[in-house]
């Protein structure tokens, strides 16, 4: 029985590529260009990414910076009362 069409044994014709395709580029576009061209590029994209961002609206904006400030004092607080803690256990244990 003959080898099926694309077998391990046999390689297809498609597999096999010529000497120019074989040989990996340096670098790519980006080696094409100098760097000021390089930067010039990485802040448009910034800008891109940055007119893709939904922006809060300032009822949710003022509700976040709340909820933040809120759960910071409670964990400086719980940070705190841990603290003083330790260092009254730590006096009473090396006096």
Known sequence: MADAVGSIDTPDAQDELPEAQKKSRKGGK?????????LALFYRQIVAELRKVVWPTRSQLTTYTTVVIVFVV????LVTVIDYGLSH?????FG
């Open 74 to 77: 409670i964990v400086i607080g």
């Open 30 to 38: 980006r080696a094409k260009k100098g760097p000021l061209k390089r």
């Open 89 to 93: 256990a730590a006096k009473y244990v």
